[in-house]
């Protein structure tokens, strides 16, 4: 005879206990990381990082990103705390666990739509913006945002201009003169000392389109880097990419004094919608203190009715030059990236 299955009742779910999950408690510590070793990020391919370390800058050490890093990006320049083998064995691979607070960050944006931003680098104090005065022909466009760029960043500018031997850089010098922007001129083959003065003891980097002669500059300041170089189509004008990712280099001399550069893959376009246009007359301390006779919501441009800036030029208090260079560099971010 089968045996007669039990029924169950509103008293048996009452009093029925869940089996309980054999998990050890959660703890809300972290491991502290106070001795690890320090080092910066000096280039990254595919998810490695190769780092020069503080206590030995001449060894170069391979490390991953540590799983409680997440998605939080480490980009050329970072600053980071290192465990694991850091001696720089062949096969020997560190882990990065944390990233530093970041001095400055210099971004930017595929076009002026793009929500998300890059980080070209972080923690460089200088922008060399290199351009050819001839082969292929300087683009102000790309000029004027890449100084947008570096003035939102609170990175240092410098104009590098190359192939001086190819033309007169006068024409290009002039356009930037009244915004009080420094500029070296080098040629091929010609004295580096000018340059590599104001390299001297800082962190810059190198942005340009390709072709214009980042590699080359960075080949004669630092011999033993090595650099691929490229040549400028004589049908389009544009260079061919031959950086293919960002490289930070030590320059020659004091590992204490002499500093850093970072060579960057060629661009074409230079995005700027993490920039508010607003903000960038902070960058200007002498207009910025004309804007105190603008009215409420005023945008500064040329067509902006009552600007403080206009009253401040028929006052003979401001250079119109200067105001007209700082206004082109307003227009640079709404002007589409493809016209660069």
Sequence with gaps: MAKAQRRYGTEDVEHYDRPRRRTRPRTKDRPSYDDADLGRVITVDRGRFTLVMDEAPEVEVWAVKARPLGRKGVVVGDRVKVVGDTTGAEGALARIVEVEPRETVLRRTADDDDPVERVVVANADQLVIVTAIADPEPRTGFIDRALVAAYEAGIDPLLCITKADLADPESLVSVYRSLGVPWVVTQRGGDMSALQDEL????????????????????????????????????????????????????????????????????????????????????????????????????????????????????????AERVTSFRRLLEARSVPTYAL
């Design 200 to 319: 001297d003891g800082r962190t810059s980097v190198l942005l340009g389109h390709s072709g214009v002669g980042k590699s080359t500059l960075v080949n004669a300041i630092v011999p033993d880097a090595g650099r691929e170089v490229g040549h400028v189509n004589a049908v389009t004008g544009r260079g061919r990419h031959t950086s293919t990712s960002a490289l930070m280099l030590r320059l020659p001399g004091s590992a204490d004094s002499a500093g850093w550069i970072v060579d960057t893959p060629g661009i074409r376009t230079f995005g700027l919608a993490h920039v508010e246009p607003e903000k960038l007359i902070v960058s200007f301390p002498d207009l910025e203190e004309a804007t105190t006779a603008c009215p409420r919501g005023c945008s500064h441009a040329a067509d902006a009715p009552e600007c403080g800036l206009d009253l401040a030029i028929e006052a003979g208090q401001l250079d």
